[in-house]
DNA sequence: GCCGCAGTTGAATCGCGCC
DNA sequence: TGGCGCGATTCAACTGCGG
């Protein structure tokens, strides 16, 4: 802990939880005193009715009173006075993290830009095991959005560029990040066994973070503290952390999971590594991007089938419609087939197989397993 | 090409590249006449001075003069202005698409919402091959976002569900695609060898929206056309398209790709289709047909209940009366329930799903429609 | 202890047409 | 135009239990 530090701890309540309105209490702690600012605000879901699963259970939505604005004015007027006592507690060269989803990161990004923050990334969370579109309306809200930006344009902003490069297996660290949401052990039970909150993030986001934007000893604020993520990842990669949080049962729950975390648990620090077999390839996509053309013939390997390719990236052979799998074993009469063994296509008089341009693929894709 | 498209040919300019201002043009087209619109507007991108690889070779940059905004005040009344007229060429159950990256999306998001947009997804769409970032200050910008959104709150905006589905090989599509930039033979030169746009978009990409969110025989309009993607695609999948245009140098590029581009064939367009399409056949119909006797017992598929069938083709069972959805969810206690393929009755021993008579039904009425 | 299977769950702006 | 009724719709993980 360096001399500058030790001195604002006299006045800032570093490693706590303050209980109470987010804009009051950081207007009444001291300006440029704040290395980084995570904030996971309310995101103004406007769900009407209920939603059930095709097997009839009923999804637990996020319908918290706190998450509830009269309109997008209401909301707005919330963010930007936020976000203006943010930034006042921001280092000059502080910089700050915001998540949302559709429904409020526009405005939210639209308001950090109006108030002099500078934009350095856009990061998509993409979610490993997102919940699925159960009605068929829509497609499946399979990622949330964070922005990245420093206080100001001149800002001389943290960025661990090599600790990041390691993180990510030897390459330069992307803007999209594919991490499983918060479930299992990590999720926080409450006494009835209930999740605590709502929407309480994953640890291997917060690390990510962390990791990436600030040093150790920095100061870490979150002025939507929750169950207080932010704070036990700050805790274990020895940060100090600020917690503001206004519900009750949250603090309680936050405080207890803090006390028991430690301090550099090498444990958490596999949380984000996963294997992955080689990433899927649809059929589809070859047709998407032009490698077979709608209408084009495709040819058995074995010569005795015909099909051609639908703009979906179906076949239709014989009469029977369905992907590249069904339509080879509906022909065969097979109770199944590998569509990508199974077909290829001409080209200059010569048979190809489909599956080499799902080959080609997959090495343009260089998928990184995070 | 029916009726009503061919009296709208009357007054819409079809399949054609108009030369001028989108927001005077667009206003000059008649009311809730298109279907889709999709929008690649500038992206006010705040470059600074140049920007060299590690080798020393310059990036070339987007510096056009098209993409220079005095401030985000000037380029909030821009994209204001021209997502009324697009809204207003809207049908009542139209939709759009806008594309943009960290730079201006948040500010096009916040707009869209207030113009009466209702937003339906954000979708990512994260490059394969992306431009690393040289001087390691930022992460990887790999990706950017479009949002899609309906003209308002209560449009039923054209979604194919199961077209999407079987593209992506039988899994419900996500809100995050992975698709490689436009390069190669794609990527439009112009008599310099130059590239003739600075961010032509990827087919693939337009592909996926088309077949996605619009039918065969729509109308598109892309109010900045560019070098004509958005036309390309559509021509090939059979929908209309109007382009607006006002750099004669894109034009000319885009007519003459146009002009090479021809129509995939009928039977390859056609795209998987949703049960909700189907017609619908009323329980009792298996019933008056003999397919069902009054008094015959039915079976769920649980095991679990028993319902007698009554001659009108409702249920009996437990002392619930109705029909063979309502009697379903009475038994199971949930809130609804799907009768077709909840019941089974019994033939030689044997159970079969009482859908199984729907469908021969249904495959009679394709044979007499009548 | 391992494997398979059944059950549960996650920031969700999640019908439509007839009368 | 509001109410009612048909009937369409899910993916990846994790938990817990039984063999």
């Known amino acids: 802990m360096n001399k500058v530090i030790r001195e604002a701890a006299t006045i800032l309540p570093l490693n706590q939880i303050l209980d109470g309105d987010c804009i009051d209490l950081m207007n009444g702690l001291p300006a440029e005193s704040v290395d980084l600012i995570f904030a996971d605000p309310p995101y103004n879901l406007q769900l009407k009715g209920d939603l059930h699963r095709p097997d009839n259970s009923r999804v ?8 509830q604005f009269a309109s997008f004015q209401v909301y707005d007027d919330f963010s930007r006075e936020w976000l203006k006592a943010a930034r006042r507690l921001l280092k000059p060269n502080g910089a700050i993290w915001v ?27 993409r979610k490993s095991n997102p919940m699925p579109n159960f009605r068929g309306k829509r497609l499946t809200n399979a ?43 990590e999720r926080l039970k409450d006494d009835n066994g209930d999740k605590a909150h709502p929407t309480q993030k994953p640890e291997s986001l917060l690390h990510r973070i962390l990791i990436g934007t600030t040093n150790a000893g920095d100061v870490v604020l979150d002025p939507f503290f929750g169950t207080g993520t932010t704070g036990a990842v700050a805790k274990k990669l020895g940060r100090e952390y600020i917690g503001i949080e206004r519900e009750a049962a949250y603090r309680e729950v936050a405080e207890k999971r803090l006390k028991s975390v430690r301090k550099f648990d090498r444990s958490s620090l596999e949380v984000t590594t996963s294997k992955r077999a080689e990433p899927r390839v649809p059929f589809g996509q070859l047709v998407e991007r032009g490698m077979l053309s709608p209408g084009e013939e495709l040819l058995s390997m074995n010569g005795r089938y015909r099909a051609k390719v639908r703009a979906d990236g179906t076949l239709i052979g014989n009469d029977v419609k369905g992907s590249i799998h ?21 080209r200059d008089g010569k048979r190809v197989p489909i599956d080499l341009l799902r080959q080609q693929i997959r090495a343009e894709m260089v998928e990184r397993p995070n």
Chains 1, 2 share one sequence.
């Open 60 to 67: 637990d939505a996020v319908d918290d009173h706190w998450d």
């Open 99 to 125: 998540i949302g989803s559709y429904h409020n990161v526009f405005r939210l990004g639209a308001a950090l830009q109006d108030a002099g923050f500078w934009i350095l990334n856009d990061v998509v969370w």
């Open 143 to 185: 990622h949330e959005t964070l922005i990245w930006a420093a206080k100001s344009e001149d800002s001389k902003y943290t960025f661990n560029y090599e600790a990041l490069k390691a993180l990510n297996e030897g390459i330069q660290m992307r803007s999209d990040w594919v991490l499983p949401i918060c479930t299992g052990h």
């Open 326 to 346: 069904q339509v080879g074993a509906a022909l065969e009469g097979a109770p199944s087939c590998n569509g990508w063994t199974y077909w290829c296509y001409k």
